[in-house]
Nanobody, 126 residues
Framework: QLQLVESGGGLVQPGGSLRLSCAAS????????IGWFRQAPGKEREGVSC????????NYADSVKGRFTISRDNAKKTVYLQMNSLKPEDTAVYYC???????????????????WGQGTQVTVSS
């Protein structure tokens, strides 16, 4: 059974850092493009970052460029989102998603992905 499980969320002060992890089970991550999304209360789901199946192609929302970094370790079947210089507006539930393609042209669109994790809460507050 294909499964994605996020972890690493929590409460952090503005300016702080968190690293989210997304562990895959039931499939070989090597053949899947991956995306990170977030959804704040009352807002639509937003594509934060995404990576091709080998991690060589990445994409970021303007709101997180220079602060967030997506990476993946296919041998460990895990994808990461390193988040630095966090702001209160980064507060949201963060989700990882996967789709069985090498790369996705519009990889920050949520409807491009078949498989989703359950999400992890990130709260940035003093």
């Amino acid at each position: 059974q294909l499964q994605l499980v996020e972890s690493g969320g929590g409460l952090v002060q503005p300016g702080g850092s968190l690293r989210l992890s997304c562990a895959a089970s039931g499939f070989a991550l090597d053949y899947y493009a991956i995306g990170w999304f977030r959804q704040a209360p009352g807002k639509e789901r937003e594509g934060v970052s995404c990576a091709s199946s080998n991690g060589r192609s990445t994409n970021y929302a303007d709101s997180v460029k220079g602060r967030f970094t997506i990476s993946r370790d296919n041998a460990k079947k895990t994808v990461y989102l390193q988040m630095n210089s966090l702001k209160p507006e980064d507060t949201a539930v963060y989700y990882c998603a996967a789709d069985p393609r090498y790369t996705i042209s519009y990889c920050r669109r949520s409807d491009e992905y078949h498989y989703w994790g359950q999400g992890t809460q990130v709260t940035v507050s003093s």
